[in-house]
């Protein structure tokens, strides 16, 4: 069954530095992998997500990730992190069978000024 | 802008007491999806449906939970009789198909505290 485990449940950065949050996959067939940000008492929104075409997949708000197929990961990155990226951050994984998306335990982050 | 909308939005109730979660789909989208989110197990794929068909309800408790698409506007989600662990945030997704490669729309959520 594919999975996905995020690193770190909170990571906490200031204002200007690199994010860096982190996700490794768990998939016996090629992954589809997706990033989902949740802002407080909202619901979850796509930030990015790759599909098998460029392995560095550009999303909203400044954030990339990039798929490593040797490291099964796809971590999320954004070069200068602002106040209004403090949020829950969701990696997910679905494969080409189906929907069935699984989403891991989410990493929180804070942003300091 | 096209969004998928949950009522309520809110609700508390007492143990014992029926609840009904209402979702309506994204116009156009033909697959609803039911989640739960709590602090202790995270996001949970409850059940979903595909043209209003459920494909898979493994993620529900199948004694008191119960999911249904009455018409492609609108699916919901019963519990009865209502537990307090039953305590969470209940999020519905629309997407525009089964595609792997398909985004899920979230809806804002129904948080749920049951005494």
Not at chain 2, 5 to 26: F, H
Not at chain 2, 74 to 97: H, M, N, W
Request: hydrophobic share 35%; net charge neutral.
């Amino acid at each position: 069954a594919q999975s996905v485990t995020q690193l770190g449940s909170h990571v906490s950065v200031s204002e200007g530095a690199l994010v860096l949050l982190r996700c490794n996959y768990s998939s016996s067939v090629p992954p589809y992998l997706f990033w989902y940000v949740q802002y407080p008492n909202q619901g979850l929104q796509l930030l990015l997500k790759y599909t098998s075409a460029a392995t560095l997949v550009k999303g909203i708000n400044g954030f990339e990730a990039e798929f490593k197929k040797s490291e099964t990961s796809f971590h999320l990155t954004k070069p200068s992190a602002h106040m209004s990226d403090a949020a829950e951050y969701f990696c997910a994984v679905s494969d080409q069978r189906n929907n069935d998306m699984r989403f891991g335990a989410g990493t929180r982050l804070t942003v300091k000024p | 802008d096209a969004r998928v909308t949950q009522t309520p939005r809110d609700k508390v109730t007492e143990m014992g007491q029926e609840v009904t979660m209402r979702c309506q789909p994204i116009l156009g989208h033909n697959t609803v999806f039911w989640y739960r989110q709590t602090m202790m197990q995270g996001l949970e794929l409850l059940a979903y449906f595909r043209n209003r068909a459920p494909l898979d309800d493994s993620g529900m408790p199948k004694d008191r939970f119960s999911a249904e698409m009455p018409d492609a506007t609108l699916a919901t989600l019963k519990i009865q009789p209502s537990e307090p662990r039953d305590s969470a945030v209940y999020f519905c997704a629309s997407g525009p198909g089964l595609a792997g490669t398909d985004t899920q729309y979230f809806g804002p959520g129904t948080r749920l505290t049951v005494l």
